[in-house]
Structures are given as structure tokens and as C-alpha cells.
């Protein structure tokens, strides 16, 4: 009996060998687009992410609103708790990719992390653009019926907690992204700010915007998780690396907790 050929399903990527090699590709295809022969040098590192995750081109608009989504992401900033996980990687000496796992496992929660974008997203396919329905959800949360990956959120999705009015970032990305959708839910955002913050009694956060990103770029709840995973590590990698190099003497958070002793520990 012959082996039975081992075939790679996918409907993103394909690969045609090379005629002496049949383990490295001759070319490489990404939803039916030549990669290395059509795609490199014309399409834009943001087309490309696109098409992988949708396996189609996006539009001009979809194109400049995720552009416009990733750099309103790309760095949290120190005091986020992700870029700080990164951050003591950097600076206790771990490896480069001890510092992304570690953005990546607490960035993944529940508090400005992809598991609340993708909550948020869940929202938005139930309520719509539908007022009342928000308002109802916001003072009303549903409770997953499994606790076993993740516990009840403690405030409602897409919404600062700790905030005591939208941050002016936040508000600036919400303007600038809502201006390439009309129709979408960023514009009706926008314009009902002020009421979903009164019923969530928080204000707006930047997940809370990236959830309604996600919906007008069409991405799934799942899609829409990984992406913002993905789209956040940049600022992670950048800050990682600058305390890295500068060392734990200089390190922002926690220095009056250190003392140092010559004497022997018992």
C-alpha cells in the first residue's frame, strides 16, 4: 500500500515547491495573491494583515481606518499593565520573547485587554446601534455561564473603571476613525458617548473604541481578540528593550521597595 500523501488545509496561504527542493517554496500565494511576486513593494503591511485575516483586499477606507486603529494602539504606554508585564521582563534580563509572552498573557484579560475588546464586540452584534438596548446591557451585564477561563467582569466593557472623564486620547482616535466609517458604529459612538457613559458610570476607554473598530472593519469576535493582541505588542517590544537597557537601578515602578543588603539572608 502507498503512503497516503499528508496535505496542509488552508484557505489563506498556498505554496508551490521548488522544482529540486520540494520542502522550500517557489512561490507563496495568500488568498490567491502572489506574495513575493505581486504583493511585496504594492501592498502596504496593513493591506497585507488585512488579507490574511479576511482573505480579501480591503477597501481604501477599511485600509486607512485599521492604519489609523494601529498606531492609536501600537503603544499603551508604560503605566498599561501589559507594557509593564514586558517591561519587567526587560529589565530582570529575560529573553525577547519572555518579554512579549508576558505582555501577551496580561494583555489578554479583562481590564484594557483583548478579552474585554472581544466582550465589547459581543455587545455591539447584540445591541446594534440600538440606545435603549446599550443602556439596558450596560446596567444589566450578561454573566458567562463558565468561569473557568475567565471571572465575571467587574465593569462594563469598553469602559475606564478608574476613569473620571474620557481621556482626551481615547476621544481624538474615536473622531479621527469614526471619519472613515459614516454609517458605522464609530460615527453612532460618537454621537451617544455621553449617554453610555451616564449608563455605564465610566467613561469611554481606547478598548471600548477598538471593539467598535473591530465591528466596522467586519472582523469576527475572535478575529477582532487576536488582532488587538497583535496590534498592541509594538509598544511592549519598544519599552521592554529601553529598560533592558537601562537597567533595574533606573527602573520607574517599585524603587523604594528595593533595599539592598550586604548582610547574609538566614
Known sequence: MS???????????EEVAEPDN???AAACYCSGYDVYGDLLGKASWIEYLY???KQERPAPEKAKL????AVAVANPGPREHSVRAAMCAGVGG????????AALA????QLNGAHEVAVAMAYWQDCGKNLMAWQERLKHPLQEERADIWLPLEHPPGFDPHGA?????????LAFLAKYHSEGVLTWLQQHRLELEAAANCPLAMSGVAAAAMIDLDFSIQQGEMLYLLLRLPGAAAHALE????????????ANGLKLSTEPQL
Do not use: D, N
Open 66 to 69: 485599521l492604519e489609523g486603529l
Open 106 to 109: 496580561v494583555g489578554a484579560g
Open 3 to 13: 503512503k497516503e500523501r499528508e496535505v496542509i488545509h488552508s484557505r489563506v496561504w
Open 94 to 101: 529575560s529573553t525577547s520573547a519572555s518579554s512579549l509572552m
Open 22 to 24: 520540494p520542502f522550500a
Open 51 to 53: 488579507l490574511l485575516l
Open 243 to 254: 529598560q533592558q537597557e537601562y537597567g533595574w537601578r533606573r527602573y520607574p515602578f517599585f
Open 165 to 173: 472623564s474620557c481621556a482626551t486620547p481615547v476621544r481624538q482616535t
